[in-house]
C-alpha cells in the first residue's frame, strides 16, 4: 500500500471521528456536489455559461431589459437540472441527518436534489428552480411549473415571472443567509463538500464555523482551499467519499 494510500485512510478516519463525536454538525455543499449526477459545473468547459455567458442572460439587468431572452437559458437550466438524479453523497447526507448526526444542509445549489434524498430543511442560499417568483412585487407561487414557451405573468402585478433562483445583481432569499450563518456559527463540525468557496457571501460560512471552534472537513476532487485553516482533507467526489466516511462515522458512534 502506498504512502498516499495510507495517509488518505488516515485522514478518513480522522474525520470519521470527529464526526461521530459531534453534537452539533452542518453540512455546507457546492457545484462539486453535483457533478457526479450528471450536471457539469457552470463554469467549466461543458457548463452552461459557454452557451449562454452570464452577464447576458443570468443577471437581474439582463431579465428587466429582455425576460424573453432570459427565459430561453432558464428553460435550458431547468432541463438539465431535472435530467438529475440524486446521487450516493446525496443519500448519505439525508441518512446522517435522519440519524440524527446532522442539523441541516446548507447549500449553494439550486438543484433540489437535497430535497429530492429526502434532506429536510435544507437551506438553498442561492434559491432553487421549483415554482415562480415576481422579483417586482415578491409574490411566490411555489406549485407553479415552469412554460414550455413565452414568458409567464405575475397574477397580481402582471409583470415577468422566473424560477425563485438568484441570479447575479439579486439578493439570496430572505433569511437564507441568516439562518445559515447561525448554523455556521453554532455548529461543532462543518462539511464543506465540492466547492471552490469562490462566490459570495457564502463562501464565509466555513470561516464562520472555524472562528466559532468548530471541526472543517473539506470534501473535494481539489481539496486545498481550506488547508491553512487545519482543515481535514478528504480527496474526491462526493459520491465515493461521503459514504464512506458517513459508514464509518456511524459505526464509530455505535
Not at 48 to 72: C, G, H, I, N, Q
Request: aromatic letters at 4%; one cysteine or more.
Amino acid at each position: 500500500m502506498s504512502r498516499r494510500r495510507e495517509l488518505c485512510l488516515d485522514s478518513l478516519e480522522q474525520a470519521a471521528q470527529a464526526l461521530a463525536t459531534s453534537r452539533a454538525a452542518v453540512a455546507f455543499t457546492g457545484a462539486g456536489m453535483s457533478v457526479e449526477s450528471g450536471i457539469p459545473d457552470f463554469r467549466s468547459a461543458h457548463g452552461l455559461w459557454r452557451t449562454y455567458p452570464p452577464d447576458e442572460y443570468a443577471t437581474m439587468s439582463a431579465f428587466s431589459a429582455d425576460p424573453a431572452k432570459v427565459w430561453v437559458m432558464l428553460r435550458a437550466m431547468v432541463g438539465v437540472l431535472s435530467a438529475a438524479e440524486p446521487n450516493p453523497g446525496h443519500q448519505a447526507l439525508a441518512q446522517l441527518q435522519r440519524m440524527g448526526r446532522l442539523r441541516r444542509v446548507i447549500t449553494q445549489n439550486i438543484d433540489g436534489l437535497h430535497r429530492r434524498a429526502g434532506s429536510v430543511d435544507t437551506i438553498e442560499v442561492h434559491g432553487s428552480t421549483t415554482g415562480l417568483h415576481c422579483p417586482s412585487c415578491t409574490l411566490r407561487d411555489k406549485r407553479a411549473s415552469i412554460p414550455t414557451r413565452g414568458v409567464p405573468p405575475c397574477p397580481r402585478c402582471g409583470r415577468a415571472m422566473k424560477p425563485p433562483v438568484v441570479l447575479f445583481e439579486e439578493g439570496l432569499p430572505p433569511g437564507a443567509m441568516g439562518e445559515a450563518m447561525r448554523l455556521a456559527d453554532a455548529c461543532d463540525l462543518m462539511l464543506v463538500v465540492g466547492t471552490s468557496l469562490a462566490v459570495y457571501p457564502v463562501a464565509s460560512l466555513p470561516d464562520l464555523a472555524i472562528r466559532a471552534g468548530a471541526t472543517i472537513v473539506e470534501v473535494n476532487t481539489e481539496p486545498g482551499h481550506l488547508r491553512r485553516e487545519g482543515a481535514i482533507e478528504l480527496a474526491g467526489g462526493a459520491a465515493q467519499v461521503l459514504p464512506l466516511l458517513i459508514e464509518r462515522a456511524l459505526e464509530l458512534a455505535g
